[in-house]
């Protein structure tokens, strides 16, 4: 079975410009989420979606980060405009109901 | 708000012996998962073990045990005849009983298995 795919698997970029990640969750799973992953801060949930709904989006730093689920099998989370202090890895995750979570191998963003 | 703590930053051993890594969590909550989450050189996030917290029982999966002390509430990773392929970032987190199991990470414990 395919597991969670993430893209770009890097992306390096320069301050100012839009950044979109994208992330094809598990097929039948119902729960996709989105975290980050830096070394001051370490692994943080910033959204999570049931059902293509956004049920909790308090992690999400700033209003230059969006997060859009149009199906069940595919989400995006978009910077705009990208800040060197996004620079992290961004996973992406996918579950069934009262299921561990399965993680995407993350995308590394640069941002210079 | 739940909070994890793992407090050994970095671990090594010898290949073959036994290790303990070590977590505590904080929580006003009765029902809830803790899992332990391995994540080697290559990046990826791996689930190694996951404990319910109204189960008794240790969870088991092969070499890797868990010692969950609900009362004291600390969650250790016990790894046996420890391989090199052991060697990653180990991560301790809190899970709600919710469908959604929304994670709380700790910041992690870096071992390495020496030859």
């Known amino acids: 079975d395919a597991g969670v795919i993430q893209s770009p698997r890097h992306e390096v970029t320069e301050m100012g410009q839009e950044v979109t990640l994208r992330c094809k969750p598990i097929?039948?799973?119902?729960?996709l989420f989105w975290y980050r992953q830096t070394m001051m801060r370490g692994l943080e949930l910033l959204i999570y979606?049931?059902?293509?709904?956004?049920?909790?989006d308090s992690g999400m730093p700033e209003d230059r980060f969006s997060a859009k689920m149009p199906n069940a099998s595919f989400s995006t989370l978009k910077i705009q405009p990208s800040e060197p202090r996004d620079s992290a890895v961004y996973f992406c995750?996918?579950?069934?109901?009262?299921?561990?979570?399965?993680f995407g191998d993350g995308t590394r963003l640069s941002i210079l | 708000a739940q909070t994890v703590t793992q407090s050994q930053p970095e671990m090594s051993v010898q290949e073959a012996e036994t290790v303990t890594l070590s977590c505590t969590y904080d929580?006003?909550?009765?029902?809830?998962?803790l899992f332990w989450y391995k994540q080697p050189p290559s990046r990826q996030m791996i689930l190694v073990i996951r404990?319910?917290?109204?189960?008794?029982q240790n969870a088991t999966e092969n070499r890797f045990s868990v010692n969950f002390q609900k009362a004291a509430k600390s969650f250790s990773l016990k790894i046996s005849d420890s391989q090199l392929g052991d060697t990653a970032m180990y991560f301790c987190?809190?899970?709600?009983?919710?469908?959604?199991?929304?994670?709380?990470f700790g910041q992690g414990t870096r071992l390495t298995i020496n030859p």
């Open positions: 929580t006003s909550e009765n029902n809830y998962y």
């Open positions: 097929s039948g799973h119902d729960y």
């Open positions: 987190a809190f899970g709600s009983i919710q469908g959604a199991q929304k994670l709380v």
């Open positions: 404990q319910e917290a109204y189960k008794q």
């Open positions: 995750a996918s579950s069934q109901s009262y299921q561990p979570q399965h």
């Open positions: 979606f049931n059902n293509n709904v956004p049920i909790d």
